[in-house]
């Protein structure tokens, strides 16, 4: 069967009439229907560029220079290909997204009602009365206790956390196959969270709804998805398994992930954090490994040549020399001990 | 902390909403936004304020700097009643004490370079000479993470992370003695944010920096509070200090909230008992009577309904507002 989503070497250049460079390379993504699927990384590691291409929504200096993203539902779709009056209708229908910034996809002008029920207009067919307790089920459901007053107030008189909800609200309200969570949380405290988390599921279940869930937070990662990509300055560096990343772990990058998770929540004065900063695309490494400047691990060859995506076992890939070295090794060492 | 000097009092502070609505758009009630809230800050210490989203966190940071008019109640600054004094020495008091918004979008102004928005606000509250700013903006720039080759682009030209940090470096190159940072680290990713927290700690050593720290992540709040106050509907449920308060949480709201932390660890996934907090948040122009809490509390009681609990000191320095401790 095909995948749902099939994002395909997609590379995203940097292009004005001063600088050109490239700021995401060679994502390869499947997931299936019903299927919840992680992305993680560091702030900057280009988490959010790769969602926006999946909907066409990059700004203007950005290109998609190669690959594609195939969106398999009663016909198959190139959405690079597509005009913005097709993407339209995929968006909000099969394809709905919860931006980082709620005042990013807000308008402030309009009332929370009128954005809200706007979807709906456009896709589904039904009438007044039906929508506007469409709108107030949905209000509840991301718990939103006074849903009659909030429909007809603005963005602004809103609490940070409660127009981050009106947006997951705006995005789950059409029932989407794929439904894209950019940092969905954030401002959201753990109870809220856990609802919002199980609310996703909820439309999984019952939808079919695929889920890609954009986020630095580990932890979501670990309650809600199946399969994670980790990624780092523009590329993915190990994708596996939720188990596998978790208790596996491959890359000296993810590894420093988990241990700075693990490090907070005591109430030391340093907290454990990899040393450096993600680079900016600008920055990136020209050859070698992109992580090499950060790597406790770093050998000569991490700074000449790209690491390959090495399967360390079945199902779990990682880009990182060290695992092509310690095959060697075993290798060497099999054919020592049979000869 | 022995000598608590206090920088901040925050007395029986009120913001009320109006709630306009019908044909005339008459004020049909109030939002009670935060509802008769007291604490103190001391110098040179981080207190946070932590609660469910809309009970009035944000509200009550952006009260204290008077960006919402309070409706009740005083704010003194090193004695000082912020409610009272004029604007233009307002004006002078505010370059003291900066607000971090929890919203960087909208925020920064997206027709400034990031060089711009660090050097305006020490140019215009003439702390440096245009050569002396572009010193501390690349400064800075790297403090946060950034690099000086950021220094030309602009917000939108951010990820949303880098955004965040383009906000704190803004409010803390004026150097400031008190800062409210408003879910100023909640878009970072574990390893900025770790190096912004130990940023904030290294400053508030060096210049004897006082936070107010509003998040609702109680990892981060655990780390980085020397006391912390728990909000609910506008109301304050329960003030301690850090250890005291995670410790030995007395309200059940903070019971539950804490026990609600997700785990890191997926072996402790399954084994871990977490009070789920039946319903959802009441609505806050219409709260319950009696105990704001009640209606979502698994010790409620009778009394809770009839009697609105007192805020008592149940331990030394450890405040709650719940009937359980006040026999
Ligand atoms: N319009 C743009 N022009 C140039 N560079 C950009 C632009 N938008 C983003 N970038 C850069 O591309 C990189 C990836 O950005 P992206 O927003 O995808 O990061 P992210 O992983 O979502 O990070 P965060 O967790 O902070 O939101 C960043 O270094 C960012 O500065
Ligand atoms: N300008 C405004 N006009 C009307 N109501 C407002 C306004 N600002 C805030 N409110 C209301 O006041 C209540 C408290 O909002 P506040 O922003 O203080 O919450 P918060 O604790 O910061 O929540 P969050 O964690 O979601 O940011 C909410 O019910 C909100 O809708
Ligand atoms: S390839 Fe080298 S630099 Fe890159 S992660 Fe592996 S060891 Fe580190
Ligand atoms: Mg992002
Ligand atoms: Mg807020």
Redesign the pocket.
């Known amino acids: 069967m095909k995948p749902l989503l099939d994002i395909n070497r997609l590379n995203i250049d940097y292009q004005s009439n001063k600088k050109e460079f490239n700021i995401i390379k060679d994502i390869n993504i499947q997931i299936d229907e019903k299927m919840k699927y992680g992305i993680v990384g560091e702030s900057g590691s280009g988490k959010s560029l790769t969602s926006l291409a999946i909907l066409n929504l990059l700004p203007d200096a950005l290109k998609v220079d190669q690959g594609h993203i195939k969106l398999n539902t009663d016909s198959t779709k190139d959405l690079i290909t597509l005009s913005k009056k097709e993407m339209r209708k995929i968006r909000g229908n099969d394809i709905a997204m919860i931006f980082q910034e709620p005042m990013t996809a807000l308008d402030p002008v309009y009332t929370i009602e009128y954005q809200l029920l706007e979807v709906l207009k456009i896709h589904k067919n039904y009438s007044k009365k039906e929508m506007h307790q469409k709108g107030l089920d949905m209000l509840n459901k991301v718990g939103i206790s006074?849903s009659e007053q909030?429909m007809k107030?603005y963005p602004?008189?809103?609490?940070?956390?409660?127009?981050?909800r009106v947006m997951i609200a705006m995005a789950l309200i059409c029932e989407p196959k794929l439904l894209i969570a950019d940092e969905p949380t954030t401002?959201?405290?753990v109870t809220i969270q856990a609802q919002i988390l199980d609310l996703m599921n909820d439309l999984s279940e019952s939808h079919h709804t695929a889920i890609l869930m954009i986020t630095h937070d580990l932890g979501v990662i670990l309650e809600t998805c199946e399969r994670v990509a980790v990624m780092y300055a523009g590329q993915i560096v190990e994708e596996s398994t939720v188990e596998n990343i978790f208790e596996e772990a491959a890359h000296p990058y993810t590894k420093g992930l988990l241990s700075s998770i693990q490090s907070l929540g005591e109430r030391s004065n340093e907290l454990y954090s990899i040393p450096g900063n993600v680079p900016t695309p600008d920055n990136y490494q020209e050859l070698g490994c992109r992580f090499a400047t950060r790597c406790p691990f770093a050998m000569d060859k991490c700074y000449e040549q790209e690491p390959p995506m090495f399967e360390v076992q079945d199902d779990h890939a990682s880009k990182c020399w060290l695992h092509v070295e310690e095959a060697q090794d075993d290798e060497r060492r099999t054919s020592r001990a049979g000869s | 902390m022995s000598e608590e000097q206090v920088v901040l009092e925050v007395k029986h502070l009120k913001?009320y909403?109006?709630?306009k609505g019908g044909i005339l758009k008459r004020t049909q009630g109030h939002?009670k936004?935060?509802d008769d809230i007291s604490f103190d800050v001391r110098e040179n210490e981080t207190f946070s304020l932590v609660?469910?989203?809309?009970?009035?966190?944000?509200?009550?940071?952006?009260a204290i700097l008077r960006l919402?008019e309070p409706t009740d109640g005083d704010v003194l600054f090193n004695g000082e009643n912020l409610i009272d004094v004029s604007k233009s020495s307002f004006r002078h008091l505010r370059k003291d004490m900066q607000l971090i918004f929890?919203d960087p979008y909208s925020s920064l102004n997206p027709r400034m370079t990031v060089k711009k928005l660090l050097m305006e606000p020490l140019l215009t509250h003439k702390l440096a000479t245009p050569k002396e700013a572009e010193e501390k903006t690349v400064e800075m720039v790297e403090k946060v993470g950034l690099s000086t080759e950021h220094l030309d682009r602009y917000p939108h030209e951010f990820s949303g992370g880098q955004r965040q940090r383009i906000s704190i470096a803004r409010a803390l190159i004026l150097r400031p003695k008190l800062v409210i940072l408003?879910?100023a680290v909640s878009a970072l990713d574990v390893s900025i944010q770790s190096q912004i927290l130990n940023l904030l700690k290294q400053l508030q050593e060096e210049f004897q920096l006082t936070y107010i720290f509003?998040s609702?992540d109680l990892n981060v709040v655990k780390h980085l509070s020397d006391r912390v106050g728990v909000?609910y509907l506008?109301q304050m449920m329960e003030l301690a200090e850090t250890e005291a308060l995670y410790d030995n949480p007395l309200h059940p709201y903070t019971k539950a909230l804490l026990s609600a932390i997700p785990s890191i660890n997926p072996k402790e996934k399954e084994n871990k008992e977490r009070i789920i907090l039946q319903g959802d948040v009441p609505d806050?122009s219409d709260p319950p009577s009696g105990c704001p809490f009640r209606l979502r509390c698994p010790m409620a009681h009778d009394r809770c309904a009839e009697e609105i609990p007192r805020y008592i000191e149940a331990e030394r320095d450890h405040w709650v507002a719940c009937h359980l401790y006040d026999e």
Do not use: W, Y
């Open positions: 006074r909030i107030a602004h008189e809103l609490s940070g956390g409660m127009r981050q401002a959201l405290d | 913001k909403f109006p709630i939002v936004a935060v609660g469910e989203s809309g009970c009035g966190k944000s509200t009550t940071g952006r919402h929890q408003d879910e509003i609702h909000m506008g806050p």
